[in-house]
């Protein structure tokens, strides 16, 4: 048996749905463990693109079991619908599993994102507007509905009557918004559970027999570690722990994970508001959205765009205790004359190596950066580390001796052919190639 789990260690969009996909292959079972539909993952297949926000990547192969885990927030209106977009896609739902203990977003906790927002004005937190945070408010305060609840008429209307009662207090008397209507809600929201009741099983016990009949399972985290509750750029963050998450998120104990492969840009993005020390608000930053296509999968907002930050991935391996690195989207920096890394921050007049707790601190932090050259060659159908050029192999190699961790792949592209096995997660053996 094998446990991997993938996180990503910046803010997001690191690529972790493509790199989920890729390790799928050799995984028997395939589990997101915690976020909700607020996380939106890509994957190019034979020049088709499908965008996923629920579906753990693994879906799009047909013989893998993918498992949405207690730790998720669903929303049964968009699962319906993504579902329905892959049928018609052609692609089987047949092995989807949905933990009968998932908490369900609902259309107040929708009501109740938007208007917090619009309330906090200035201070915006830059949230989805998708009922993330407010779902789980209701699963900290235990006044939550599961699937195991929604699937019970009786049970979901009376949780649902005491439940929009006290929102709709808080909609219409502190938010000023309109009421929201139980019949509504309760006959729209009832059949999508019967729609899904197929799916919903006990994952827990599911990912447990197959821990014991010596099965590989892979874990997918639904944002990045700088987003963690706990862990990142806190109170601008989601409302789950991608780092360390899984145990909790997927029901199983924690002797059940081998490897945490992390996944990276070769620069940094993130969407939304929140300290960001090396973006670059400048031609370069536009070059490289540009470039990279970064644009939100789900919101379709523009990214805020930096240089690679290597205090933030060492803090992301520390705290979520990677022991892989993925590096994607290289080709990205081809045709830049020069190409920077942040090695440490300069904060107070000293020289620091890791990420200060203190919103305010973060700000007064100057980034230290090693300048690279770079190269103008088309790197995108290179199939080893030897076949890029010499400055972006040391680029490469870098980041790997930065961050101190072996590089498991690299990706010089989108598609699936465009990533390049270094070393093979499941076996712990060097395939090709050397680092």
Known sequence: MSGTVVVGMQWGDEGKGKITDFLSRD????????????????????????HLRTIPSGILRANKTCVLGNGIVLNPKSLVAEITRLHEAGVSIDNLVISDRAHIILPYHIALDQAQENYRHDNKIGTTNRGIGPAYTDKAERSGIRMVDLLDKDVFAKKLTINLKFKNELLTKIYHQDALDYDTIFSEFFEYGQQLKKYVVDSSELLNHAIEDGKNLLFEGAQGIMLDLDHGTYPYVTSSNPAGGVSVGAGIGPQAINHVVGVAKAYTSRVGDGPFPTEQTNEIGDYLRDAGHEYGVVTKRPRRIGWLDAVVLNHSRKVA?????????????????????????????????YYPASLKDIADCTPIYEEFPGWQEDITHAQNLIDLPENAQRYVQRISELVKLPLATFSVGPDREQTIVLKDVWKQSVLNGHI
Request: aromatic share 6%; proline share 0%; glycine share 12%.
């Open 321 to 353: 205790g990677v022991t892989e690195l993925c590096l994607n989207s290289i080709d990205v920096l081809t045709g830049l004359e020069t190409i920077k890394i942040c090695v440490a921050y300069e904060l107070h007049g000293q020289r620091i190596d």
């Open 27 to 50: 995984a028997d079972i395939v589990t997101r463990y915690q976020g909700g539909d607020n996380a939106g993952h890509t994957i190019k297949e034979n020049g088709q693109t499908y």
